[in-house]
């Protein structure tokens, strides 16, 4: 099976097969081979679920927190891995659909605590640049702008608790 994913404004093609106890996994022609340690609950989320998961990458052993969600008719993964939050969004190109590049909205992708919060209103960001630091589950994720432009409004206030879903930072793209 073949899905593109976008992030950012690269689309990613992601191929997995069955391997023996695992998967056979391709993320642009680079092999890996995943197999599933342990699944965690799996939470209901506002357009969406949420589940912990622990994999086999390579040999070595991963934690991660997986989120699907449908916001604005787009579905998206957000994926915490490694102290980092990266949100893709599946990419439809078969049937000639345009899903957008990234998001000017920065959700939170999972309950948590907001440890930081790294702009302002007013704000110029670039794409990639931390605007938040989330702590979940007792590790630390720095989300980032999706898109380039001018921070809108600011809702992450430091110390507060968050639900996923929750809109954090909303940007106004450059062009507008």
């Given at each position: 099976?073949?899905?593109?994913l976008?992030?950012?404004?690269?689309t990613l093609?992601?191929?997995?097969?069955p391997?023996?106890?695992?998967?056979a996994?391709?993320?642009?022609?680079?092999?890996?081979?995943?197999?599933?340690?342990?699944?965690?609950?799996?939470?209901?989320?506002?357009?969406?679920?949420s589940?912990?998961?622990?994999?086999?990458?390579?040999?070595?052993?991963?934690?991660?927190?997986?989120?699907?969600?449908?916001?604005?008719?787009?579905?998206?993964?957000?994926?915490?891995?490694?102290?980092?939050?990266?949100?893709?969004?599946?990419?439809?190109?078969?049937?000639?659909?345009?899903?957008?590049?990234?998001?000017?909205?920065v959700?939170?992708?999972?309950?948590?605590?907001?440890?930081a919060?790294?702009?302002?209103?007013?704000?110029?960001?670039?794409?990639?640049?931390?605007?938040?630091?989330?702590?979940?589950?007792?590790?630390?994720?720095?989300?980032a702008?999706?898109?380039?432009?001018?921070?809108r409004?600011?809702?992450?206030?430091?110390?507060?608790?968050?639900?996923?879903?929750?809109?954090?930072?909303e940007?106004?793209?450059?062009?507008?």
């Amino acid at each position: 099976m073949e899905t593109r994913l976008r992030l950012g404004n690269r689309t990613l093609r992601v191929s997995v097969a069955p391997d023996g106890d695992g998967f056979a996994v391709a993320v642009d022609e680079a092999g890996h081979a995943v197999r599933r340690i342990a699944t965690g609950p799996r939470s209901a989320l506002t357009g969406g679920t949420s589940e912990e998961v622990t994999l086999d990458i390579d040999g070595r052993p991963t934690r991660a927190v997986v989120a699907h969600v449908r916001e604005r008719g787009t579905q998206r993964v957000l994926v915490a891995l490694r102290g980092r939050v990266y949100a893709f969004e599946i990419a439809d190109e078969a049937r000639g659909e345009h899903v957008a590049v990234g998001s000017g909205t920065v959700t939170a992708p999972m309950p948590g605590k907001i440890v930081a919060v790294l702009v302002a209103v007013g704000d110029v960001v670039a794409a990639g640049q931390p605007l938040v630091v989330l702590e979940a589950m007792k590790m630390e994720s720095t989300l980032a702008a999706e898109i380039p432009g001018r921070v809108r409004t600011v809702a992450a206030v430091a110390g507060a608790t968050v639900t996923a879903g929750d809109v954090l930072v909303e940007i106004a793209p450059a062009a507008e």
